[in-house]
């Protein structure tokens, strides 16, 4: 093949090309990029994407520079200075002794692209992680992930299923906007968290003086207000039995009547639910209507826990760390062996107690590099002071866990739910730590 056929085939692909050194020099970009970018090989050829890359700067971020951290291909989402928005997948390419040469990326503009048509399922996986806030490397997530791709397009009822904290909410958003509803509102209501006695009104909305306390002119509910696009019920396992009725007609028929009223209302919603508890066994103990649940269990979707995909802490801690050094205004480090603490702990409340811990670190820490020893001192591995006796320290541990829970749940039902026990125990031990 002569160089003027190379030429032309590398000017006149559909992606851009953008060609950096073992450095992080660029080398050349094609014409394509400068087409769709808007920035000239003349401006940026020789010039190291770490002068590159920065606010203000060319872009807002590099495929290149994270394939040389990493030592393996990598995608990223970035912004240009020219207000283009572009997807890049980095490819290294590696000399006889294992170091990398060149830089291999390929370009994609996000403003023109429709998903499922012009890129693969695993280019559509990396943008929509880096939109969603996702972030996983572990084989079972990414597979949770491209499962969720596959089934967005569809108008297809999903049940997912995994325990508290593993992002069920996050998969139900990404679902929502990587389906052909995305234009339109996503609504999402955790069925816990609501009184039983309003629930029926906040989903089917109600008539004119249907209740004390009603507005006189009626209200809509969430169905009609999401009307072509998505509701997203989280906590499903509480809907009170006589809603699910009247879920399972939405479902069946896509109608429904308002609370005190008479007239059917028809929508087109899609519905997205989830739940941390095993509603197959809450159906045999009569606590859930069996033809609800063959209704939503459609497309069974189960998010897996941290603990079982443990490859995933370290990438959540950096970008935890990332975030609430931007939210704090602290610039602030986690050592490899906390990390590696982190990695082996059990993780039950999964990435929302794992957020919250990195959280606490970064805000009680009086130092920017954080060790193990800064974990013990104030988290739930902290030593226990002999003078206060076992029973004592447990006792201040539990009214420390109850105190947090009570300024972050609004009632006893909701504090019950994140703790696992019951609310009588609830009600119980705040009454005996003064914490009502």
């Known amino acids: 093949m002569d160089k003027e056929l190379l030429e032309l085939v590398f000017d006149n692909v559909y992606n851009g090309i953008y060609i950096a050194d073992g450095t992080g020099a660029t080398i050349r970009v094609n014409k394509t990029f400068e087409e769709m970018s808007g920035i000239s090989n003349a401006e940026i050829a020789g010039k190291s994407m770490y002068d590159l890359v920065g606010e203000n ?133 955790n069925c816990a968290a609501i009184p039983e006695s309003l629930i029926e009104s906040e989903l089917f909305g109600y008539e004119a003086g249907s209740f004390t306390g009603a507005d006189r002119k009626g209200k809509q509910g969430l169905f009609e207000i999401a009307d072509n696009g998505t509701i997203f019920l989280d906590e499903i396992s509480e809907l009170p039995l006589h809603v699910q009725s009247k879920l399972l007609g939405v479902l069946q028929d896509r109608e429904f009547v308002r609370v005190g009223g008479h007239k059917l209302c028809k929508v087109n ?44 802490i370290p990438p959540l801690v950096k970008s935890f760390v990332e975030k609430f050094n931007a939210k704090y205004n602290s610039y602030k480090t986690f050592a490899n062996n906390l990390i590696d603490l982190l990695c082996t702990l059990p993780w039950k409340g999964n990435v929302r107690e794992l957020e919250n811990t990195v959280e606490r670190l970064i805000v009680t820490s009086t130092v920017n590099y954080i060790t193990i020893e800064h974990f013990h001192k104030g988290g739930p591995l902290r ?54």
């Open 57 to 189: 700067n060319y872009f807002s971020g590099s495929a290149t520079l994270l394939v040389l951290e990493r030592k393996a291909p990598a995608t990223v989402t970035y912004n240009t200075s020219t207000n283009r928005k572009l997807l890049v997948k980095g490819r290294p390419i590696f000399d006889d002794q294992g170091e990398i040469r060149y830089i291999i990326n390929t370009v994609w503009d996000l403003t023109v692209i429709t998903y499922n048509r012009e890129i693969d399922l695993d280019t559509a996986r990396d943008y929509f992680m880096g939109h969603e806030d996702i972030v996983a490397c572990s084989e079972p997530m990414l597979e949770v992930i491209d499962y969720a791709l596959k089934v967005a397009n569809s108008d297809s009822t999903v049940l997912i299923s995994g325990e508290t904290g593993v992002g069920k909410s996050i998969i139900a958003t990404m679902i929502h906007h990587a389906s052909q509803r995305k234009n339109r509102p996503i609504l999402k209501l």
């Open 269 to 312: 919603v899609r519905i997205v639910a989830a739940t941390n508890k095993d509603l197959g066994r809450m159906v045999y103990e009569g606590r859930f209507r069996e033809d609800l649940y063959y209704r939503l269990n459609v497309v069974p979707l189960h998010v897996p826990p941290l603990r079982e995909r443990r490859e995933d």
């Open 383 to 436: 030593k226990v002071k002999e003078s206060l006796g076992l029973k004592k320290a447990l006792a201040e541990y539990e009214r420390d866990i109850l105190r947090q829970a009570r300024q972050k749940y609004r009632t006893t039902r909701e504090i019950a739910l994140a703790l696992g026990i019951s609310q009588p125990s609830v009600v119980r031990k705040l009454r005996q730590y003064s914490l009502e």
